[in-house]
């Protein structure tokens, strides 16, 4: 199965677990301020929330966990999955996880942002109480808000918008502007990931993509940038640089975890994703066999390893950046060939990758799950999504699940069995390390 690609004009319609394309008109003008937080009600912590799934069993089984829907939970309240115990929150009332690869909470775990269904719009709530903390009307999907990954600043989020790249303090609504990338590319109209990247996760090293508007045809990616928002130096590269006749489409680009690389997400008749050195100076290795959901895994040691569906042999892979060793985790047929997929990012967790699957049936142990899958082909089961696919949504309902930078909660969009309800968002909290159990 091909990448789940993102969709044109913000809200247009999303595909169904297929390749679409996505042409994201964002403004270089000035930023409004937030608008002044609004209180909703509020939301006792739950236990879940305090302590993790108390009962959590380390199910390694491929037996089917059902959902058992029962009526909506109240926002804040639990329900357990039989056969691990995982306690299913409804963290959100209306809203949405947009991505799998990046975190949607503080590394305090304090706040969460909640995106808008319109891609141009959030807020940021109260993790623990639901209260809203910041309403953002003008920054959301498009935009790439991502958490500071430092204590120093746990309320301090990123956000791109048109070639400036700015931060802004959820608690206090201060904006700021980090840097303006036009004198680097005084035609540029756009600096972005195309939403599915994230930063090293100090949040020091970032990457980026740089198109331009024209007046018909997609926009034409012309340039990679990449930065040291610590040091404020800037690489640049365009298709010669690379070594390239043409610059292509890449899905998406990224910093590795640890910074060690930009990753370049081309597809194979562009060259397949490739890892670079931060300054572009030289192609480190392929990554990947084509531009299909991606993931990373840390392992014990602290290596990085990029995990891919290989649609040439139908095998998820994790490839080690540093040594080019190739490890197969599952087959895409184990699961069910049905399912979509998505898989999430590593910061503090070790040896694992979170994969959530999209499928329209309940029938195989596979479909409709949150499953980590270990470098060393282990599966710990975690629940059924609870979610219905595809619904009046397709895009908008395939569960793609994100981990906390601790890694020990899990966040994603349901629609809890009803695909026309309005969705909103669920969270499960897992024991302290439970990857090293």
């Excluded at 993102?6 to 964002?26: D, F, K, P, Q, Y």
């Excluded at 910041?134 to 600043?153: F, K, Q, S, T, V």
């Excluded at 301090?156 to 608690?171: E, I, L, N, P, T």
């Excluded at 026309?420 to 909290?429: F, N």
Aim: charged share 25%.
């Amino acid at each position: 199965m091909g990448a789940m690609r993102r969709t044109t004009a913000v809200a247009a319609t999303r595909g169904a677990c297929l390749v679409v394309a996505l042409l994201l008109m964002t403004s270089a003008a000035a930023v409004p301020p937030a608008k002044p937080s609004v209180t909703a009600a509020p939301m006792k912590p739950s236990a879940a929330m305090t302590g993790g799934s108390p009962a959590f069993t380390y199910n390694r089984s491929k037996a089917v966990l059902a959902p058992v829907y029962d009526k909506l939970p109240d926002r804040g309240e639990v329900r357990t999955q039989a056969g691990t115990g995982a306690q299913i929150r409804r963290q959100s009332k209306g809203g949405l996880v947009v991505y799998s690869r990046f975190t949607p909470v503080s590394i305090d775990n304090k706040l969460i942002v909640i995106h808008g269904e319109d891609s141009t719009s959030a807020r940021i709530e109260d993790r623990a109480t639901g209260k809203l903390v910041r309403d953002l009307p003008d920054i959301g999907e498009e935009n790439e808000i991502r958490w500071h990954y430092g204590a120093d600043a746990p309320s301090r989020f990123y956000y791109v918008r048109g070639m400036q790249f700015r931060q802004m303090d959820a608690a206090t609504g201060k904006d700021t502007l980090v840097r303006d990338f036009r004198p680097e590319w005084p035609t540029g109209s756009q600096l972005f990931t195309d939403v599915e990247g994230d930063s090293s996760n100090d949040s020091r090293y970032w990457c980026w993509m740089v198109r331009r508007e024209v007046q018909t045809g997609p926009y034409p990616v012309e340039q990679l940038i990449s930065y040291d928002r610590v040091a404020d130096t800037v690489f640049k590269a365009d298709a010669a640089k690379l070594g390239r006749k043409w610059m292509g489409r890449p899905n998406t680009i990224e910093s590795s975890p640890h910074g060690t690389a930009c990753v370049v997400h081309w597809g194979t008749n562009e060259g397949r994703p490739q890892a670079w050195k931060r300054d572009f100076s030289a192609k480190i290795r392929d990554v990947a066999v084509d531009e299909t959901h991606t993931g990373w895994i840390i392992d014990a040691a602290g290596a990085e390893w990029f995990v891919s569906q290989n649609n040439q042999n139908d095998w998820i892979e994790a490839v080690s950046l540093r040594t080019g060793q190739v490890r197969k985790l599952i087959n895409h047929g184990d699961i069910g060939w049905d399912n979509g997929m998505h898989f999430s990012k590593a910061y503090v967790m070790r040896d694992y990758v979170l994969l959530s699957t999209c499928s329209e049936g309940n029938a195989l142990w596979g479909e409709n799950q949150l499953i980590m899958l270990g470098l060393d082909g282990r599966i710990l089961r975690v629940a059924h999504t609870h979610n219905a696919y595809p619904g009046d949504d397709a895009y908008r309902n395939e569960a793609a699940a994100a981990m906390s930078f601790d890694g020990r909660s899990i966040y994603w969009t349901g629609n809890w069995g009803v695909g026309t309800r309005v969705r909103d968002v669920y969270a499960i909290e897992l024991p302290a390390r439970w990857w090293a159990k």
